[in-house]
């Protein structure tokens, strides 16, 4: 089954937005068995139909992303209508779903919109719950040996492409694949702090010998995803042998977040964590609280950035700060264990360093930070760590550094 | 001047790398007065002669990456030889610098790399210091009337390609480049709180008389940036046009970030700002400090997600909080304002909601917040918003809108 992957967005041309689609129904079709053959981006505009017009003889399915918004470079439905000799007519469900989305942000619906409620003759609608476009579906058709593929016109926004494709795109492609084919599977074991080439180098001369097995590496901030591709048979011995080499460095075996595998080890005992944190500025509590249900084993935090804020706070000694400094274990102990006694919560997360890009010294250069995991009933654990990088970046590696530490006492593994 | 752009790499359709080439090239295009008109992704393998076949007509450039390396599903080089009608030639020189690369790394060079050596019949050779396989740049031919297309070879990673397109492709595509093709400006208004279509309805008309402007729209959790690319004096003249309509909801006029307009209207006026969060979980101080600086502005944020911390950290009373719930009016107001107190700055803000999937009741459903912002020298403002999504992203949304609140604050504009 050919499919082929086409995306409209001149700003993916000019460059201001990096296309992450082609990525995401790569990865997506393959868990169906199935793989993307080639993907175009051209331009919002008239493109779109010499591209379709190539592409249209030699592929099954056909995923559209973009030009289906309200301006008038949004052109896709109108073309694929028109090569398809349809007719569109306006859906007055959907406009009215869009108008309904605008009433309830308190916007006034605006004319333009109308175009987004245009349905070719004998497509079908794809919901969009996240923005106004849905998306269409137009099978396959045979007519007197002129064949179209199959097409999926989805919006080009993530946020909403994904969803869709989740829920709409993918049973359809599913239902399209050939049965006999061979079911590969997929298993994911998400890893933290080990290379992706240390992995590499000591689990392929293992893995090596298991037929079919194809291995995937996605690194990503201080995390690997280990991907096994093949038949069940070989996940199974292959996935004995990754456990053995890395019990406690694997997160989970599935795409779970950290948060969520933390929200579960807390729920699971009944505890509670809170943060204090200087240099992530909030964003080990906002990571935290990105797992629904978080309310049950998070009730505050406190951004210190400030040193007053650590002394007003948290309790931390002015004499502590004066003879460490901010960024110091001594400092980040007693924000750990001021955070544990002012929130009453079962265990407590600080963290102190120098985001840059100024404020580095010799002695301690951008991308230091000290952390510390503070517990009701174990000795507080501070480890200092070093992560050179871009301000945002830097922020994001040392709370999955946290959060790890974290998974880590409350799995009852070594935080050393 | 046309100019397409082919991946090559079955990676990249497998979604195991997110291809960051398109975007690169845009960038570096769009600096030099040229556009990539299109983007093709196509695996390793026999697709490279069939891409290339269909792009040469219509093309005065093609800019190639990947295949060029020693396995045998790298035949970019041959194959665009062969279409050529060139000999390949074994460059000594090249094989030479392959091997001493191998030989300083400690390894030996395999036979396979002779591949990487071989150089079409009147190629330019484009060294590469940082892998083994050189590029390789094909001048454009007019044979006959058969034209081809300026060629560019160039490897894959990332590493590799972007120092060879700085030293080695640039100069060469600024040479071709028509010295009197128009040299287009690119301007960024990024606004808040205007939909897409509501911008393109009321401004379309407007620019519709300035002769080549042309208007761009990338939206983004509630805020839309408006490119404008044309002549300086078209831009210009547009440029008057959208400050008047827009005084208010301009964010910048650049791709700053709202955090970062922030930040330098805080700093100009020497005032601080704090925050008080509980569904945005931490989020609003994070993003405030994810702007290099923000210490000088931000000291301390509380993230109050259980009502005891509202009530013990921020002075919320429990009868406000009876009455009327967490997710209230009163209950945000008073948040601001103890945040305000506690906390010693000047602005603060404060947001309280139900961010979902669960916690929604009919009178406030998933995606109800209400969002205040406190100041020493102003009457706290507060509102009620609706903003229903996934989680993650309703959090994004609640934080750009809280800090467009507190722009307007320190703008002077109205905040309802």
Known sequence: MRIEVV??????????????????????????????????????????????????????????????????????????????????????EILETINEMFRSRGLLANRSNDRQAMVPE????????????????????????????????????????????????????????????????????????????????????????????????????GEVDLRLIGPSAAIDVASEIIRAEYEEEIIVESEDSIEQVIQILLSERGETVATAESCTGGNIASTITNASGSSAVFRQGYVTYANEAKIELLGVSEDTLEAHGAVSEPVVREMAEGCLRVSGADHAIAVSGIAGPTGGTEEKPVGTVYIAIASRDAETFAKRHFSPSDRVSFKMRVTRLALDLLRRRLRGFSLD
């Open 7 to 92: 995306n409209t967005g001149t700003e993916l041309l000019l460059g201001k937005v990096v296309n992450t689609h082609a990525a995401y129904f790569g990865q997506e079709l393959f868990k169906l068995g199935l793989r993307v053959q080639r993907q175009v981006t051209i331009p919002d505009g008239n493109d779109i139909r010499t591209v379709l017009e190539d592409a249209f003889p030699r592929c099954d399915a056909i995923l559209i992303t973009g030009g289906l918004g309200p301006t008038n470079d949004d052109i896709t439905r109108e073309v694929v209508a028109e090569m398809l000799g349809r007719d569109l007519h306006l859906d007055e």
């Open 122 to 221: 004998g497509a079908e609608v794809l919901p969009n719950p996240h923005g106004t476009a849905p998306g269409l579906y137009l099978p396959a058709t045979n007519d007197g040996g002129k064949t179209t593929p199959h097409l999926f016109l989805v919006p080009g926004p993530p946020r909403e492409l994904k969803p869709m494709f989740a829920e709409e795109v993918q049973p359809r492609l599913s239902a399209l694949r050939d049965p006999d084919d061979r079911a590969d599977i997929w298993h994911n074991f998400r890893i933290y702090g080990v290379g992706e080439s240390s992995l590499a180098s000591k689990l392929e001369p293992l893995l090596e010998p298991i037929e079919e097995l194809e291995l995937g590496y996605c690194a990503r901030l």
